[in-house]
């Protein structure tokens, strides 16, 4: 069960993020276009920045603790979750604060 830590904790997260879309209705799901525009820019930015640090041996990733798929470039696929879930959950989580403290955007 080791080699699902990372898993794991990136479920946990959505576990406690995911639930303020129902229950705040913040529409961050709904659309997905929008969030897709604002994740996977920093995300690819942030793959290629793992990818050279794993290049130049500066960055490693316990294969006991990944689900052992893993990308060329020596990058788990546990680390591109990361990459996508963790903003996906700090979007919902500014959402939600937006949505109770009733903050405008400018695009409502």
Known sequence: MRHLTYVAVLAGCLAGALWLEPFLRVG????????ALTV????AVFVLWDLAAIAAGHW?????QTTGI???GGLPLDEVLFF???????????????????WKAGDE
């Open 84 to 102: 996508l879930v963790v903003p996906v959950c700090a979007i919902l989580g500014f959402e939600a604060v937006r949505r109770v403290l009733r």
């Open 60 to 64: 490693t990733f316990d294969p006991g």
């Open 28 to 35: 961050v799901l709904r659309r997905w276009r929008r969030l």
């Open 70 to 72: 893993v990308f060329p």
């Open 40 to 43: 996977l820019p920093v995300a």
